[in-house]
């Protein structure tokens, strides 16, 4: 019995209440690089793509999850849907909407794009995963790439000519991107032959444009040992030579059985077997890891988004299921004689709902906190609002990276749970959504990367300012939050916990001064749950305070504010009282499981 | 790169460790049930299903998780490995050790057959799953059966020529049993004919034995509404009729495509569409429900170590990868010029490995608990210990089946984190377990269902007795715990704990006395977890306490008692602290989602 109403992939009303009410998105206009934009051009941009993820995106999505890529004649063959689903892409904007106007771009708010984006990924990740790529690629190569490679790669990018890739992993190195080998050695022409292997390459080869450009990371013959010694190169499959383009000697050696995103082949490419395979230095020589994380927040930030479009398509699947399915009757009513209730008024039910929305939603907000945060490091014509943007972004990245992934695969479960045995069945589109989600806790650094990346780095840099400009922020949105006459128990529960997250940082920062750097990350991931519930409490916060000045307004939708409230009172109480405890594990180093010898296991 | 190490499914050494040090398995011989039993018979059992697990069973998983069954011309055609492995179960007593000498069996203790059967899940739940359905129709038949439904019925299942399944669920009911429309007609010569549908009947047709007998709800003609019409009968996929076997009428109608348990099709099957379908009443009109709740405890416990089975295989082999996988270094020796080190020595690692021992280990003690229990209230002589027993086991019995089902989901989850990017390939096998896991939320009573039994039934029986039962073995055990020198802090939080647990359901109860039972039973999810918590406690506890005796002994295996207690006191860090945030939801009847509107999502 699937639902009769088509999925929404995202509530249109929650996206303008996040862009204007929670936020001020059309106050973005004032900076001078949004300046040509208004709500209407926003709007005009979300209401084509909106149309576009909904009639034509979603209807691929369970067919392209059906039929995976196929691999023959050394050749990835992708669906045949993607002929026509990229240039539709590529037709509404999507790929430069964000650039300069003189790469060709729209110009707009990284925040407004945000939101365009959660919708084409709900509707098909996949679809939007050779987009992104191709978005990063030509990124890079528009900060760091000579020229030429703007005017012969970038270019050809963004008018969706070629797709792009990120070739960073190989085999024997995974996460550590310092025991990366593929070798790049001069040719004298300026080009480099490039040897080595990649694996797990999303996006690799298709057959819906003439080319593919990776963006790889390799170490120049004779470079230092370690992060210090990679650089980054343009490797495309097939190399401009003589007005044409000629065989560049990159192979795909295989394509990887992935149990999700099925619509995008993720392959193990083999660099000049044949030993010709010629690359192009994109930046400074040794230079590759650190232009390649300039990129790194915004790559973390789709990954968000992406889990945060994940959880919500389900949770739209399993409120509208909740709605439709009789089962049983509430507590109230026990009387068989009596027609059965929709499982929505079943309190279990509602509780998985009503978690799914806090999730969705709340993940949403802060997503769309670190798009803003990005909008006004990049764009704000003040110097300092640039820095604290920046920091506060840094901060905030694998926050939003990871919370999606983690609670948005515990969203994904629920929507499964709520269709009971229904959604065991891959009749069912839930338990498809189940399998993308879980890529996101792995690829983009893993959860465990994030934690250290947080602890080890982001709430210690420059002193700890990152944490104070958060800490300010949130001062801000309680102040705003008082002022709408949201519960005072949950302003002070905010006030309450930050105080926590300030001794409790400073405390472990500490214990890195004084060298216990074990002790101080052991709990990295603990850290990082609790700092995720915050962030996501700061921002139900914001939204509680939006929904009373709504309410306040006299606005029409008043069961859509009231629906707000509900979240944000969930969130404070079924959440934010778990911050002691995991603080506690923190702050004593609880020793359990660095006690434990390999061999005691 | 899989392991080379074989998976052992279960740890050997931690199988007798929970049966003879943390239990005294060896003591239930004194039950004049298992007199003929000795220490020497149920190591023999073990021993011989343990090598048939791990070296015929465990090497059809991804075949059969390949290749599931197929329908066609009306019958259902299962992987042709079962025709060997089914047989296999049979020859190796599988079916009756359990049952007494006059039926056949072995009379083994439950809690012996519930090890047993771990080996066997783990190495493929589809395998076991044909024999735990058939156990269960024939033990229904057993207790509840004529002499001539004994005979030719259940000594069949027993024996292995057929098969059976327990057919409740219908498409319009799930899990609202009250609601099953499946109608009987008495024929006139003792036997009904039956009209009707159901779904989710695993194991409802295959190829591997001449007959299939559905064990099967329905209704009377006449009978009461809701749950007190309901009778057991006993349909056959062909009846016994003038010396052989005739086509008695049920009919595949379509196989559900699970996304997991592939080995085994779930069904939805159609009796008396030609009219001529017959069914035997099994016990007494319309105490239909009653009868099979009567074996529910053993099928939740079954579902419950399934959980466990799930857990434990994936947690072998994510510990094997941790081991064998080179990747970066730890936070101290960060030199790339240094030889990468193992993952298990990375401190996220081995958090991610000890939270899965925890909970399978954890796991396994609880359900090794209730098989104890399950086993004493059958076969202790003294009525009054029958009597407790059956109390706790009824208490335990949400709890069993619970837990494995949710933290048993996030151990795996864990164990595919574990593999990183591999582990998003279905090149490995952590994803398939996670598929596997997941049904075990759904089945027998999703997770909503048995919260419900727990609070708004099982703790408050017999006024709150078999609470008062369950803190009386608590406080034994944390008596045991003191003597053996366990850390004093464990045990005054496991008291302190169980304090919690006994206020909290006085005040839970007094509000369902007071007919506030919508606020009583709101958080009946949060009270099955905070159990579960507590629960699980205890077993850890009697665990250290046995590893300390272990120590004292000086035993020889001093790592696997230090990694005992390394689990313990991570349970009793990251776990038991949260009881007081649950309780106080549960306590608060916190209003949220309840509060909300079905409209205002």
């Known amino acids: 019995m699937p639902s009769s109403s088509p999925n929404p992939l995202l509530s249109d009303r929650d996206a303008a209440f996040q862009l204007y009410e929670v936020l001020d998105a059309s106050g973005l206009c004032a900076l001078p690089a949004f300046s040509e934009h208004s709500r209407e051009t926003f709007e005009l941009l979300l209401d084509n793509i909106r149309r576009f993820a909904r009639e034509v995106v979603f209807p691929s999505y369970r067919l392209m999850d059906a039929e995976p890529p196929t691999f023959r004649d050394g050749r990835v063959h992708v669906h045949p849907l ?8 590529v037709e509404l904007g999507l790929l430069t909407a964000t650039r300069p106007h003189e790469v060709g771009g729209a110009q707009l708010p990284f925040t407004v794009a945000s ?17 992104g790529l191709t978005m990063g690629a030509a990124h890079l190569l528009e900060a760091f790439g ?13 008018r969706g000519e070629w797709t792009g890739t990120m070739a960073l992993t190989e085999p024997q190195a995974g996460s550590s991107l310092a025991d990366v080998k593929t070798r790049a050695t001069p040719v004298g022409d300026g080009t480099y032959r490039i040897s080595g292997s990649k694996i797990f390459i999303s996006g690799a080869d298709q057959d819906f444009t003439e080319n593919v450009v990776h963006l790889t990371l390799a170490r120049i013959d004779g470079a230092p040992p370690g992060t210090r010694g990679i650089s980054l190169f343009a490797v495309p499959t097939r190399r401009p030579e003589g007005g044409r383009l000629v065989d560049n000697d990159v192979q795909v050696a295989g394509v990887i059985h992935k149990i999700g995103w099925k619509g995008l082949p993720s392959c193990v490419l083999n660099y000049g077997e044949a030993g010709d395979c010629r690359g192009w230095l994109v930046g400074q020589e040794n230079r590759g890891l650190a232009h390649m994380f300039q990129m790194m927040n915004e790559a973390r930030i789709m990954v968000g988004l992406n889990g945060v479009s994940t959880a919500s398509v389900a949770y739209h699947e399993a409120l509208a299921y909740a709605r439709n399915r009789p089962q049983g009757r509430s507590v109230a009513a026990k009387d068989a004689s009596q027609p059965q209730a929709p499982i929505i008024e079943h309190a279990d039910v509602r509780r998985m709902l009503l978690r799914q929305k806090a999730i969705v939603e709340g993940g949403l907000s802060l997503l769309l906190m670190a798009s803003w945060q990005s909008d006004l ?8 609002v640039r820095r604290r943007a920046g920091l506060l972004l ?33 009749e069912y589109l839930p338990e498809a959504w189940l399998r993308d989600q879980k890529l996101n806790s792995i690829h983009e650094g ?75 990350l052991r709990h990295s991931a603990d850290y990082l749950e609790l700092f995720s519930i915050v962030a996501v409490a700061w ?51 609880e020793d359990s499981y660095t006690r434990m010898h390999a061999e005691w296991f």
């Open 82 to 89: 993607m002929r026509r689903l990229y240039p539709g892409l």
């Open 115 to 131: 939101v365009a984006s959660v919708y084409l990924m709900a509707a098909n990740l996949s679809v939007y995963g050779y987009a």
């Open 146 to 158: 000579s020229p030429w490679l703007r005017e012969e790669f970038m270019a050809r990018l963004y």
């Open 377 to 384: 490091a990049s764009h704000a014509p003040d110097e300092e």
């Open 394 to 426: 840094d901060l905030l990245t694998p926050v939003a990276k990871t919370f999606p992934a983690e609670k948005g695969y515990e969203a994904n479960a629920l929507a499964l749970q709520v269709h009971g045995g229904y959604g065991y069945s891959s």
């Open 446 to 520: 893993t959860t465990g990367i994030q934690g250290l990346d947080l602890l080890g780095r982001k709430v210690v840099a420059a002193g700890g300012e990152a944490l104070r400009i958060f800490a300010e922020e949130v001062a801000a949105t309680v102040a705003r939050a008082r002022k709408a006459g949201v519960e005072e128990r949950w302003c002070a529960a905010m006030e309450r916990t930050m105080d926590t997250v300030g001794e409790l940082t400073l405390t472990l920062g500490s214990m890195g001064m004084a060298g216990e750097v074990e002790q101080m």
């Open 539 to 589: 921002r139900w916060l914001a939204q509680a305070a939006a929904a009373r000045e709504g309410l306040a307004r006299g606005a029409e939708d008043r069961d859509f504010y009231e629906g707000k409230l509900c979240a944000a009172q969930y969130w404070f109480a079924a959440e934010v009282p778990r911050v002691p405890h995991l603080a506690e594990l923190c702050r004593t180093a």
